[in-house]
């Protein structure tokens, strides 16, 4: 009995190894060609409003959501709720400290990111990225300090729905990718606590 389990268990670990090393080089080419043209178009239209400099949204937020959006698309966090919610939940909450609180680094920058977090754990729409965009609206410079809530429209908003754009064409081409994730883990975990509050409310109600 206790071979049996072991030899279960190393069967079990060689294919975790195996699908964990595998290499599937379509998966990785549409990965580059989604990234490729999302950040590109992001790119060629921001260049147009911002100045190059100035240019970070390339480099931080938009960058890591690639990552999530083309390369890991059935996470839970790269799906569209999480994708244009939480840049856009993050960028409202970044300008707001910004306006509101004295330009001190120190004091800005952890709000931003801190409040951030916790409005995109109560709006469920948690996307890592996010908090970089938050972070983004106190730090960017005085270009993107003078836009105030302009930078939420663009460019968080039109660069979000940018990418979701692209991965909604390039992550369906083949019929191995499916974005975004019906059954995700995310959504599976909210149905079961919406049945386990109705079940515990009905029970409630007959006691």
């Given at each position: ?27 990785h ?13 992001i ?7 911002l ?17 999530l ?33 004295p ?31 938050a ?7 005085t ?20 990418l ?11 019929p ?5 994730v ?14 386990s509050r ?10």
């Open positions: 009995m206790i071979r049996h389990k072991l030899k279960r268990q190393i069967r079990l670990y060689r294919y975790v190894v195996y699908k964990e090393t595998l290499v599937d080089f379509r998966e080419f549409w990965s580059f060609i989604g990234a490729i043209f999302g950040i590109g178009i790119a060629w239209l921001q260049h147009l409003q100045p190059r400099l100035e240019n970070v949204f390339l480099i931080g937020s938009f960058g890591a959501s690639s990552v959006v083309y390369g890991a698309i059935q996470s839970p966090l790269a799906q569209p709720r999480n994708l244009i919610g939480g840049h856009v939940v993050s960028a409202l909450v970044g300008v707001t400290v910004q306006l509101l609180c330009d001190i680094i120190w004091i800005t920058a952890p709000l931003a990111v801190a409040c951030s977090i916790v409005a995109m754990q109560i709006t469920k729409t948690l996307h890592p990225p996010g908090g970089a965009t972070l983004i609206a106190v730090t960017g410079g270009k993107i300090a003078a836009m105030g809530y302009w930078y939420v429209l663009s460019p968080v908003l039109s660069g979000a729905l940018i979701f754009l692209v991965a909604l064409i390039f992550n369906n081409i083949t191995k990718r499916h974005y975004p019906k059954a995700s883990r995310l959504r599976r975990s909210r149905r079961q606590q919406i049945r109705f079940t515990a409310g009905r029970r409630h109600s007959r006691s």
